[in-house]
T-cell receptor, first 116, second 114 residues
Framework: GAVVSQHPSRVICKSGTSVKIECRSL??????MFWYRQFPKKSLMLMAT?????????EQGVEKDKFLINHASLTLSTLTVTSAHPEDSSFYIC????????????FGPGTRLTVL | AQSVTQPDIHITVSEGASLELRCNYS??????LFWYVQSPGQGLQLLLK??????LVQGIKGFEAEFKRSQSSFNLRKPSVHWSDAAEYFC????????????FGTGTQLKVEL
């Protein structure tokens, strides 16, 4: 149980285009989802917290107009990287919290974004 | 603000040997403490967590961790490492009742020699 998927697993795009990454909780309802960014050989940095049906809360230094987050249902959150640039290339990971198991986050496998 | 330090970037152990991965945290009170493992192509998997109570916590895959308040540490241990344990290990903390926003350490890469 408590499986989180991400799609796509890898994406390559041209500079200036937008990319959407999906995060789904497959067997539970996720009232809260988190988006992280992981740089090579670095830790995971929290980008934003999203609650179903409300606006995401972004961490300091994260551009909300650059990284659009939508949590439209209890099983789906999307991260859209708008007008992507090479410096946005990274590994993006989502996690989800179950409404019944508030103390534990379940992580997706991540999405490798490469911007050319 | 809370922070997590994992002093060892890389650790190599022989299969069957014991393992200890270090984690120190900085927080004003006792935080929630977690250990996650990340394998290539896989999401982070929760190994164990500590919220309160018994300071020795048992997790999955034969791992355990001990919370030591006096040392602000939460070290991960395994008595006998298997080759399949090779992965990246992350220690994380969260403020109790703080929406469970996780702060991660920089990770320890474990290599297992056969």
């Amino acid at each position: 149980g408590a499986v989180v998927s991400q799609h796509p697993s890898r994406v390559i795009c041209k500079s200036g285009t937008s990319v959407k990454i999906e995060c789904r909780s497959l067997d539970f309802q996720a009232t809260t989802m988190f988006w992280y960014r992981q740089f090579p050989k670095k830790s995971l940095m929290l980008m934003a917290t999203s609650n179903e049906g409300s606006k995401a809360t972004y961490e300091q230094g994260v551009e909300k107009d650059k990284f659009l987050i939508n949590h439209a249902s209890l099983t789906l959150s999307t991260l859209t990287v708008t007008s992507a640039h090479p410096e946005d290339s990274s590994f993006y990971i989502c996690s989800a919290k179950s409404g019944t198991r508030q103390d534990t986050q379940y992580f997706g496998p991540g999405t490798r974004l490469t911007v050319l | 603000a809370q922070s997590v330090t994992q002093p060892d970037i890389h650790i190599t152990v022989s299969e069957g040997a014991s393992l200890e991965l270090r984690c120190n945290y900085s927080y004003g009170a006792t935080p929630y403490l977690f250990w996650y493992v990340q394998s290539p192509g896989q999401g982070l998997q929760l190994l164990l967590k500590y919220f309160s109570g018994d300071t020795l916590v048992q997790g999955i895959k034969g791992f355990e961790a001990e919370f030591k308040r006096s040392q602000s540490s939460f070290n991960l241990r395994k008595p006998s490492v298997h080759w399949s344990d090779a992965a990246e290990y992350f220690c994380a903390v969260a403020a109790p009742g703080g929406g469970n926003k996780l702060t991660f350490g920089t990770g320890t890469q474990l290599k297992v020699e056969l």
